[in-house]
C-alpha cells in the first residue's frame, strides 16, 4: 500500500511541475515512470491526476475569479459577455475542443500507438526546442492582456491544440506562440496559464467519459494523494515560472528540452 502512496506522489509531483514548465507533462509521465521502474500512468489516470493543475490555477488566480462573484446575480451574464479576457479565454479554447474532442472519439487509440512511442517523445521534445529558440529570440513585445486582438487568442488557442501530442507542452507551445506573435513575456505566460484552465478540465473530462470503466479499477484515496500532490507543486511551478521567466525567458527550458530528447534517444 505504501508503494502505492509512493507511486502516485510521483506521479502528482511529475505532473505539477510539468504541467506548467514548458516540457511536457505528459512525456515526463511516461518517460521518467518507466525510469523508476513504475507503470506508464496512461492517458485516462494522467487526465484524473491533471485536474490537480486546474485547481490549482483557479487558486493562483483566484483573484480574477473573485471580481466574477462580486457582480450582481443579475450582471453576471453581461459581465461574461463585455470581459475582455473571458472571451479571450473562450475564443482560445474553441480550436483544442474541437480538434481534440474529434481525435478522442473518432480515433481512440490515437496516443498508443507511434505518437505515444518514446521516439516520437524525443524528436518533438528537439521539435519544439527550435520552435522555442525562434520564440525567445524574437523582439521584445508589446501586446498584452489589455491591448491584444482576438485574434490572438484564436491563434494562440490553434497552437495550444498541437499539445495533444505527447512531448509538445501546452505551456510550452502557447508561451512560444505568444512571444512570436509579439506579446510582452509576463502576459504571454499569463495568458498561457488562464488558457489552460478550461483545456485541461475539458480533456479531462472528455478522457473520463471514453474512458469510464477504467477507472473503477484505481485506487481511490492513493489517487486522492496523487491529487494533492499534483495541486501543490503546480503552485510551486506556476509560482516560480511567472517570476523566472519575465526576466530570463525560455533559455533554460530549451537547453533542458535538448537533453532530455538525447537522453531518450540513448536510452532506446
Known amino acids: 500500500m505504501f508503494s502505492e502512496y509512493l507511486k502516485f506522489f510521483l506521479y502528482g509531483l511529475i505532473q505539477g511541475l510539468t504541467e506548467f514548465f514548458p516540457i511536457s507533462s505528459t512525456a515526463h509521465l511516461k518517460v521518467i515512470s518507466l525510469f523508476f521502474g513504475i507503470d506508464d500512468p496512461g492517458p485516462s489516470l494522467s487526465a484524473i491526476i491533471q485536474l490537480g493543475s486546474v485547481f490549482a490555477l483557479l487558486w493562483y488566480f483566484r483573484n480574477e475569479f473573485?471580481?466574477?462573484?462580486?457582480?450582481?446575480?443579475?450582471?453576471?451574464?453581461?459581465?461574461?459577455?463585455?470581459?475582455?479576457?473571458?472571451?479571450?479565454?473562450?475564443?482560445?479554447?474553441?480550436?483544442?475542443i474541437f480538434l481534440g474532442g474529434a481525435i478522442k472519439f473518432f480515433v481512440p487509440y490515437f496516443f498508443y500507438e507511434f505518437l505515444r512511442s518514446n521516439l516520437s517523445i524525443a524528436l518533438v521534445s528537439f521539435l519544439m526546442a527550435i520552435f522555442m529558440y525562434i520564440a525567445d529570440s524574437s523582439k521584445k513585445g508589446f501586446l498584452n492582456l489589455k491591448n491584444h486582438n482576438f485574434s490572438d487568442s484564436f491563434l494562440i488557442g490553434l497552437f495550444?491544440?498541437?499539445?495533444?501530442?505527447?512531448?509538445?507542452?501546452?505551456?510550452?507551445?502557447?508561451?512560444?506562440?505568444?512571444?512570436?506573435?509579439?506579446?510582452?513575456?509576463a502576459d504571454a505566460a499569463r495568458f498561457s496559464f488562464l488558457?489552460?484552465?478550461?483545456?485541461?478540465?475539458?480533456?479531462?473530462?472528455?478522457?473520463?467519459?471514453?474512458?469510464?470503466?477504467?477507472?473503477?479499477?484505481?485506487?481511490?484515496?492513493?489517487?486522492?494523494?496523487?491529487l494533492i500532490t499534483a495541486f501543490f507543486s503546480s503552485l510551486l511551478a506556476i509560482n516560480f515560472?511567472?517570476?523566472?521567466?519575465?526576466?530570463?525567458?525560455?533559455?533554460?527550458?530549451?537547453?533542458?528540452?535538448?537533453?532530455?530528447?538525447?537522453?531518450?534517444?540513448?536510452?532506446?
Open 195 to 226: 488558457l489552460g484552465i478550461p483545456a485541461i478540465f475539458f480533456a479531462a473530462i472528455v478522457e473520463f467519459i471514453t474512458s469510464f470503466n477504467e477507472y473503477f479499477s484505481f485506487s481511490f484515496f492513493p489517487v486522492i494523494f496523487g
Open 160 to 185: 495550444q491544440s498541437f499539445a495533444i501530442f505527447p512531448g509538445v507542452s501546452r505551456s510550452g507551445v502557447t508561451i512560444s506562440t505568444a512571444l512570436i506573435s509579439g506579446w510582452e513575456r
Open 66 to 96: 473573485f471580481k466574477l462573484k462580486c457582480q450582481p446575480p443579475k450582471k453576471i451574464f453581461d459581465y461574461l459577455i463585455h470581459e475582455r479576457l473571458l472571451r479571450s479565454i473562450f475564443i482560445g479554447t474553441i480550436p483544442i
Open 241 to 268: 515560472l511567472l517570476k523566472y521567466f519575465s526576466s530570463n525567458g525560455l533559455k533554460l527550458f530549451i537547453i533542458y528540452r535538448v537533453i532530455f530528447g538525447f537522453v531518450i534517444l540513448l536510452n532506446l
